[in-house]
């Protein structure tokens, strides 16, 4: 089937009972038994729960993956696609992600026996060259906010060769845009929160494999830690997924206005997206993706500057999160990436005047507009 296709049909059969075309909120805790030993396959929510498993199968589909977790959060997600990695082994990971990825790694799970390395991946050789030794690579590409691009073909051929499992944070790309399993990855991490609900009223993760042994890992991992999606965070997800294949042009060709707008204004020190032919990683990006994403990040110069431009925004909504219907615009230091030491912000490019903007699906001229007006009191 093709990708529209699976987007609304995948994983969703009209429902057994009633013909119903959405699939139900099951919104129960447990099943009748028939008798010890004697179930339909439904034991306990925790462990099954048929909107959840519909969401997965949907989500599988999408990406190409064996099979699917969904889990209450990206972070939770996160760590569970951890516990491939048992104590005393190495985790390499790309120098720019998330801040909530480099503090559960960094204070949480360095606690428990777990190396972490952090290193820029832009470089496939270099990298090589620098890594040494590990059983788990992590990417994100495009990067958080830096939008550096990994070549996850090369990094994927340098993984297997180790032995070791790669995982990609795809959250920033979606299944629309980029397919890292088919490029070679492992385990594919979403932060469904983002653009697969796209609608900022639901906060979930999830885990796509191809590995069997993988998928029966996390599967008994997603029962034994417990951090499931819910049921209706399940249905808002999968509601949300039935307009993916719709939402991501309209993103798309929106921030093909907004990005140049902010490339040519004079009080816009640089801006960051892989869709400028002059992008250290476009030509990678082009190979591995069949679109840019609606991710920009741009430098205004100063703190001060950030501040009393962000002040200003009446359209664009001042906040966390990314992916919605709605422009959402933030300031990484102060908000996701405050748990980065300055030093280690410095070092990644990560300024005081960097602002991030996810660009929604509103009319590309009124989110410039905004823009605009915010940025002339500077």
Known sequence: MGFATDCIHAGQQPDPTTGAVS??????????????????GYEYARTHNLTRRSLEKNLAALEGGQDAYCFASGMAATQ??????????????????????HRLFTK???????????????????????????????????TNPM?????????????????????????????????????????????????????????????????????EWLQYVQNAIGAILSPFDSWLTLRGIKTLHVRMPRHEDNTCQVAPFLYNHKKV????????????????????????GALV???????????KALARVRLCSLGESLGGVETLISHPATMTHAGYTQEQREGLGITNGLVRISVGCEDASDIVADLEQALSVL
């Open 297 to 307: 990040s741009f430098d205004l110069g100063s703190l001060d500057a950030a501040r």
């Open 147 to 215: 939008m550096k691009i990994c070549d996850i073909r090369a990094l994927a051929a340098l993984a297997k060769q180790q032995g070791a499992i790669l995982v990609v944070d795809n959250t920033f790309m979606s299944p629309f845009f980029q397919k890292p399993l088919g490029l070679g990855a492992d385990v594919v991490v979403h932060s469904t929160t983002k653009f697969l609900n796209g609608h900022s009223d639901s906060v979930g993760g999830v885990a796509i494999v191809k590995d069997q042994k993988h998928a």
């Open 108 to 142: 949480i799970l360095a606690n428990y026996g777990v190396e972490f390395a952090f290193i820029d991946a832009t470089d496939a050789t270099a990298f090589a060259a620098e890594a040494g030794r590990f059983d788990m690579l992590w990417l994100e590409s495009p």
């Open 269 to 292: 020190e640089r801006v960051l997206w892989p869709g400028f032919p002059d992008h250290p990683g476009h030509l990678v990006h082009k190979h591995q993706a069949t679109g840019f």
């Open 80 to 101: 569970a696609v951890l516990t491939l990695v048992k104590g005393g082994g190495r985790v390499v990971v790309c120098d720019n992600v998330y801040g909530g990825t």
């Open 23 to 40: 699939v139900p909120i099951y919104q129960t805790s447990t099943y009748v038994q028939e008798g010890i030993g004697q179930h339909k």
